[in-house]
């Protein structure tokens, strides 16, 4: 007893000591500036910056600290994206948008999504909501942002939201082109049918054409929406000094888009052979009991 009182007083102060995960450069004008979790990218240019992705509402004063601690302003935001409309990548988006009147851009298909605050999700519709964003300018697949000289071109990847998005952009860095992929995984949040599914009657072919058009996509500079998707603590540690050539990994790229679509295939089959299994189900007589 005094033992759990001693910590509950201690909890705050050992929490408010916690220091905040450093931002970092991943090649020239492209920075890290989210936690150890979710990922946030900052894109600096001489006409302003973009900034991708803003996690919760809680992150956007940590954001705000790793963007003034690499030497930037919030207030140069100009454009602000999202990789997809859930609550952990967008849920700071309004409160961004609000310091910085920054313009939101964001994929025609996941419009809705943001300016309901996720109450239109076919998933997390009924919960899981965050504070509406109004889009400023909405994109079509293929289409290029571009700011400062600077260009990032947005591909519309479906199926774990419906406007799911992709980033690619080219970095010259030391003589060296690196083609940088910002990939939105075609992971399956726990809940999801794929067959039958009346909120999302497409989501199948969806799912299949983000795995496709995936595979096509080049990519030198792997990342993603989550950090641990694409390894940050393995490939960079706190403290490390900057090397591009730490986040190339083409290989690490194809596997992870292998490993989501086995995921996706795997749980099309078991969902198949379960709506099989309950037609054969359907044919035997039920038995009247005597
Ligand atoms: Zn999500």
Redesign the pocket.
């Known amino acids: 007893m005094r033992r759990a009182l001693f910590l509950g007083f201690l909890l705050p102060l050992l929490i408010s000591a916690q220091k905040l995960f450093p931002p970092l450069r991943i090649v020239g004008n492209l920075y890290y500036v989210g936690d150890n979790d979710l990922a946030s990218y900052l894109v600096v240019t001489p006409r302003g910056d973009i900034l991708i992705n803003t996690g919760f509402a809680y992150s956007v004063p940590e954001i705000q600290s790793r963007v003034r601690a690499l030497g930037f302003r919030l207030k140069d935001i100009k454009i602000l994206l999202v990789t997809?409309a859930?609550s952990?990548?967008a849920a700071g988006e309004a409160k961004i948008k609000k310091l910085t009147g920054a313009r939101m851009f964001a994929m025609r298909e996941e419009v809705e999504l943001l300016e309901t605050g996720g109450k239109t999700d076919y998933l997390f519709g009924s919960s899981g909501w965050f504070p509406p964003v109004k889009v400023d300018r909405a994109l079509e697949d293929g289409e290029k942002i571009e700011l400062g000289g600077f260009i990032i071109t947005a591909y519309l990847h479906p199926g774990?939201?419906k406007g799911?998005t992709s980033f690619a952009m080219e970095i010259a860095e030391a003589g060296q082109t690196y083609r940088v992929l910002i990939a939105n995984l075609g992971?399956i949040?726990e809940g999801t049918a794929l067959l039958d599914n009346p909120k999302y009657p497409n989501i199948i072919q969806d799912y299949a054409r983000t795995f496709q058009a995936q595979k096509e996509l080049p990519c030198d500079i792997f990342l993603t929406?989550h950090s641990a998707q694409f390894g940050l603590l393995s490939k960079w540690r706190p403290g490390a000094v900057y090397d591009p050539n730490r986040f190339v990994d083409p290989a690490g790229y194809i596997r992870a888009v292998a490993r989501t679509e086995s995921r996706y295939l795997l749980q099309l089959q078991e969902e198949r052979s379960e709506e099989q299994a309950w037609k054969d189900h359907l044919k035997f007589k039920p038995v009247i009991p005597q």
């Open positions: 997809h859930h952990d990548h774990h939201t799911s992971n949040n929406s």
